[in-house]
């Protein structure tokens, strides 16, 4: 990207006689506070920043024209890179898309199969989204205690389908593998184990001054503009909006489960500001942890995917499915020509919308606080760029 | 609302510039013509009855043997928790739609990258470039007739094929 036409008049005079400069500074591709290969053009004003403009486009790996050559069975792997932090939701979309068009129902125990490993990566992405956003603000510890937190769920994650972070579990008609013998006590027993940790890490840093400053009331973005902007997830939910996909849009066995859906509590701060962000995922690992229990009382026997043949050709058509992912509201589109291969897929990712709003929150920010924005609103860089 | 009842509103206050419907359809969607389409939307964000206060998404879709692109748009209403789908279509050797920027926000976007990967140009956007391409690519890749560069800055898109 060129700098044309980003030139700022340099030699203004300050107030006191004093000489300043605006400066046009460059942050990323390579930086370790931007969650992935971001770029922001500056144009600060000492501390204090003008405007923010992102550059996205670094991990651009063209997955969706990807789809369109490898077939519906042999798109699922590329699904996890869309996002590989939260890697199964982004396996459900695809697969619940695909079902979609086929009219394929999933076995019930898949289904089940399909949310309790949904809900164990919704717990391991906002444990990686909190730990990285205290670890990118300053305080080292609590990431620690994430990540480690982080690693049981890797290892659990590992036991049911191979891989720690792109999973490749969920099939069209169900998932690949049913649970390992003995996975229910050992995710319990993390749970048993991870809930009062949340308490620990609540002692830890939610309340600690320090962080309270450097949140509250940073780049508070209410209703009209989460609308406007399509910010879903825990971005739309911090601004006051109790929507969760899960519960009003319901897919899978959701409308079988009982959770709550937190909003932004504007406590330390205001709804809709980063602090409320960071809330919000707080508080929906415990819900997770909650519909996990149920999960695993409630799962009846039986297989757990449906017959689909090897050459997958679902009519002609398209269809639109959006799955509650880790990041928000993940819409998979997906047209049918009736070959075996997609004729358009398209991913439209929570991180997108969130990276296009930060231009607009930043201008009066401080440097500093362009970190906290970008940690809070939870933006990855393969969802943004695909 | 239904995807008739959705249909009939918007027939009732557009006319002849609502084309058709698809309601049998697994997505019911409903066909604009496009000179119209930032009006409809936003008639469908500010009516009381459809009350879309969000661009879900935003798809561009390349039907080659029609010799037209399609762009899917999927509006999303919270108060009523119902999906409009609109879809228009545009030749693509001219494609010119109009931008519903000015609806959403979140479409700003969404239609850079529909100009990038598609080449569709959306009039009255504030700022129609590349979104996800280097600036100076040439091309719109997910079109169907797109051919990969031989090189691109020296560096070579040819490699030996891993298949024996």
């Given at each position: 990207m060129s700098l044309a036409g980003y030139e700022v008049a340099v030699e203004q005079v300050g107030p006191h006689g004093l000489e300043t400069e605006e400066m046009t500074l460059n942050m990323g591709?390579?930086?370790?506070?931007?969650?992935?290969?971001l770029r922001f053009v500056v144009k600060a004003d000492g501390e204090v920043m003008r405007q923010a403009i992102p550059d996205v486009?670094?991990?651009?790996?063209?997955i969706e024209k990807i789809a369109e050559k490898v077939g519906y069975h042999g798109f699922m792997p590329y699904t996890?890179?869309?996002?590989y932090v939260a890697a199964m939701f982004c396996n459900q979309g695809w697969a619940s898309v695909a079902e979609k068009l086929g009219d394929i129902t999933v076995p019930k125990r898949g289904e089940y199969c399909r949310v309790i490993a949904a809900e164990l990566n919704r717990i391991a992405s906002h444990l990686l989204s909190v730990g990285t956003m205290v670890l990118d603000i300053g305080a080292i510890t609590p990431f620690f205690h994430a990540f480690r937190e982080r690693e049981k769920l890797n290892d659990l994650l590992e036991e049911l389908?191979?891989?720690?972070?792109?999973?490749?579990?969920?099939?069209?008609?169900?998932?690949?593998w049913d649970l390992p013998p003995g996975y229910a006590e050992k995710v319990l027993a993390f749970l048993d184990r991870f809930e009062p940790m949340l308490a620990e890490y609540d002692d830890l840093i939610s309340a600690n001054k320090i962080y309270v400053e450097r949140c509250a009331g940073v780049a508070i973005i209410g209703r009209e503009d989460a609308f406007a902007y399509n910010l879903v997830g825990p971005n739309l939910r911090a601004a006051g909006v109790r929507y969760d996909v899960r519960r009003d849009?319901?897919?899978?066995?959701?409308?079988e489960l009982e959770f709550d859906v937190p909003v932004g509590?504007?406590?330390?701060?205001?709804?809709?500001d980063s602090y409320a962000r960071y809330a919000v995922r707080i508080r929906e690992m415990t819900q997770s942890a909650r519909i996990l229990r149920q999960c695993f009382r409630q799962m009846p026997d039986g297989p757990v995917i449906a017959k689909v043949p090897r050459k997958f050709r679902p009519p002609a058509g398209d269809a639109q499915v959006r799955v509650e992912s880790a990041r928000g509201d993940m819409g998979w589109y997906a047209v049918s020509?009736?070959?075996?291969?997609?004729?358009r897929c398209k991913v439209r990712t929570g991180s997108f919308a969130a990276m296009a709003i930060i231009d607009k929150v930043s201008?009066?920010?401080?440097l500093a606080d362009l970190v906290t924005v970008i940690a809070s609103l939870d933006i990855v860089a393969p969802e943004v760029d695909r | 609302m239904t995807a008739n009842a959705v249909y009939e509103r918007l027939k009732a206050r557009f006319g002849e510039r609502?084309?058709?419907?698809?309601?049998?359809?697994k997505d019911p969607a409903i066909r604009i013509v496009p000179e119209a389409i930032a009006e409809v939307c936003a008639f469908a964000r500010d009516d009381s009855e459809l009350?879309?206060?969000?661009?879900s998404n935003q798809s561009g879709v390349d039907y080659k043997a029609d010799g037209e692109i399609e762009i899917v748009y999927h509006l999303y209403s919270y108060t009523h928790r119902h999906d409009v789908i609109l879809k228009v279509r545009t030749p693509r050797d001219a494609a010119v739609v109009p931008t519903v920027e000015g609806v959403w926000k979140s479409a700003n976007w969404m239609e850079r990258e529909i100009f990038d990967l598609l080449g569709v140009t959306f009039t009255g956007h504030s700022d129609l470039r590349r979104l996800l391409?280097?600036?100076?690519?040439?091309?719109?890749?997910?079109?169907?007739d797109f051919v990969e560069p031989e090189e691109y800055h020296g560096i070579s898109t040819r490699r030996e094929s891993l298949l024996r």
């Open positions: 591709p390579q930086h370790p506070s931007t969650h992935g290969v486009g670094y991990l651009h790996r063209s996890d890179r869309v996002d389908c191979g891989s720690r972070l792109t999973y490749n579990y969920m099939r069209i008609g169900g998932v690949a849009e319901p897919y899978s066995v959701y409308p509590p504007g406590e330390h701060g205001v709804v809709g020509d009736g070959t075996e291969f997609p004729y201008a009066g920010l401080m | 609502v084309i058709s419907a698809q309601l049998e359809a009350r879309c206060e969000a661009l391409m280097p600036e100076d690519w040439v091309g719109h890749p997910l079109r169907k």
